[in-house]
Structures are given as structure tokens and as C-alpha cells.
């Protein structure tokens, strides 16, 4: 037998290193031990996919026409889906042929999108903390990742005025996300004009990431980035159904905007994926029927959960902003922790799993993160435990 050397490619050595390991061998013990854990680590939703549109897939997988490989750019009628909901939850008017993309989730759409745009070398300015995916896609395409720092202070909104002119100059693509995971922040469409401003005068594409527009709060709706005037002409804007509609599981999302970078991002996946079964995109068109409704009772629920976790947290003398949207809570660790001794504490004495801030990048330090997908008894009961366990 040969033995043959491996290494992965050098790409793959260039990805942070995974923080989780520590946790999950602490989660995985404490289990062993019958503690009965509450996960609040994964920002993935306990409620199931609504029956309607569960029906529509049942439907719609019978089909034999859904059998075939699908058009990589999506069919025309999830599209124009797409753009009837933009324009009656945003006043945004797209052309559903060239301006919307469907994608195999959100994720998919972020990951390809620097193959679309980014020559080797070119710089990537991405948010830290941030969902991970922004660096992984930007280091798979060879680009140079630059860190705009989301800080309290600032609403845990970038200051675009803090970045070196040398950096600009060399910048392909920007990301950004609101409602923001991890921070929970939103930003205004005051905002979104001066990324506008920013992206366009310096020749900078923007990918702005929408996917928790629909879990809001009291009243409170975030914008798109498209509604500040000239944004189809520097980015363009994600979306997911993962979150809004409890789909995680189904793959599928959005992206929309400026035509060209679409179809960029088209091409990229016509080779790579044949795009998204056209089953999944009739469900998908069904959800988008029911938006507001959908996303009106999810809401409620995570407003509930919302108010007993940042009580709990408060009640316990932590710093916590109570979010207007997602479905994620940031508190900042108390006196004599780092994010990671935080949250192995919390599994060891309480049973609890939450994420470290630091996992979002280095300027998570000193947070932890809480995903609201557990039931206000679950998170009563976490926050009872809590109180003890810290005292
Ligand atoms: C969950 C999440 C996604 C991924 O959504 P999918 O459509 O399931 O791929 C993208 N961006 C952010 C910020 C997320 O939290």
C-alpha cells in the first residue's frame, strides 16, 4: 500500500481557528452527567415551518415537471414573488428578471458572492463581530479581509471614517448586516445613505445582509438597505426564508439589487449548483403570500422570550440592551469572566449553552451571545438556574 502525504488546501488553514472545541467537550460532558441542557447557542428556530407552506411542498414535489434540474437563476414566478414582497413590505419596485437571484439559503449567496466580485488581493471589508461566513467567502476567493470593528459605543454600527485611505482604495466589497447577528443593533435607512455615499464614492460594492428583517419588535419594521436612494447602483441586499418563515433545513433565500452583480453571482453558481429545487421555491412562494402574518406571530414569540431573558440577565446584574429585532441577546459578561470562562461556567453549574462573543471575531470579547429558541418555560427556568449557580 502507498501511504500518500495530505494537506488541505492552504485556504482552508487561513480560516479563524474554531473556538467551540472547549464548549462543546464541556456541553458534551455535562450531558453525559444527565444534565438536562438548555441550548441557546444556535441561532436556529425550535418553532416548526407553518402547515400551509409544508402543504405547498407536498404539492408542488408530486409535480414531475420539479423533478428536473432547475433554472440556476430560479424560476421566474419565485422571483416575481420576491418583488411583489418587496414592494409591499419595502415600497421597493424590482424587476424580477434582472434584479432578484434565488439561492440555496442566504448563506450559499454570501459564500459565493467574493468568487462573483473579489480578485486575489483585492480587500474585503467585513464586521467584527460577525456571522463567519463573510471572512470564510471573502479567504475562499483569495481576498484580503479588513475588519471594521462594531462597538457599542457607535451603536455597533462602522465607522467609515476610520478606515485608512490606503485600505479604501484597494476595497472590491463590503458587508454588512442589519438587524445585526450577533450585536442585535438595526440601523436606520440614514445610515444605509451613508454607506451609499461611501460605497460610491470610493467604487466599493455593498452586501448588505437582511436576513432578520422580519423579527422585529413592538411596532418596529427595519428597513432595506435599497430604500436609501442610489443603493441599486453599489450593492446589493440578502435575504433568507431560514429565519422569517422557520426554515432552516429547506435552503433557500434571496439576493437582490444592482443587476449586475446578480448576474455575476449567477454565473458563479450555474457553475457550481444547479440552484434550488423548484419544490422548495413553490413553498417558498407560498411563505412570501403569507409574510406578515408569518412573521407577526414570530415575532410575538420572541418578543416574550425576548423580555424574560433580558430581565433574567438584568435581575442578575448584567449589561444588556434589549434588541428591536433578532432573535439574538448580547450581554456583556460580568466583572472577573472573558467570553470563554463565562460561558464554560454557565454549562458546568447551570446547564446553560450560549456562545462566546469572541467566536464572532475578536472584538466579541467580553460578550456572549443568547439565541431565543427556546420557550419562556425553558427560559425562565435557564435564568432561575442562572441566578443561583452566578451567587
Ligand atoms: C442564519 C444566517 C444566515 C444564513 O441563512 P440561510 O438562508 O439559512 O443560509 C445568513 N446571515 C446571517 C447573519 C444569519 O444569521
Redesign the pocket.
Known sequence: MITQDFAVARRLTELPPYLFVEIDRKKREAAARGVDIINLGI??PDIPTPASIIRALAKAAREPANHRYPESEGLDRFRQAVADWYQRRFGVVLSAQREVLT????????GHLPLAVVNPGDVVLIPDP??P?YRAGTIFAGGEPYVMPLRQENGFLPDLDAIPASIRDRTRLMFI?YP???TGAVASVDFYRQVVDFAARHNIIVAQ?N??SEICFEGYRPPSFLEAPGARDVGIE??????TFN??GW???FAVGRAEVIEALRQVKSNLDSGAFQAVQEAGIAALALAESISARNSRIYQRRRDVLVRGLRKIGLEVESPRA?FYVWPRVPKGFDSASFVTTLIERAGIVCTPGNGFGVEGEGYARFALTADVTRLREAMARLASSLN
Open positions: 441561532g436556529d439561492l440555496i439559503g442566504a448563506k450559499e449567496g454570501i460577525a456571522y461566513v448586516n445585526n447577528n450577533p445582509d436576513t432578520y440578502f435575504h433568507s426564508l431560514s429565519k426554515m432552516t435552503r433557500i433565500g433578532t
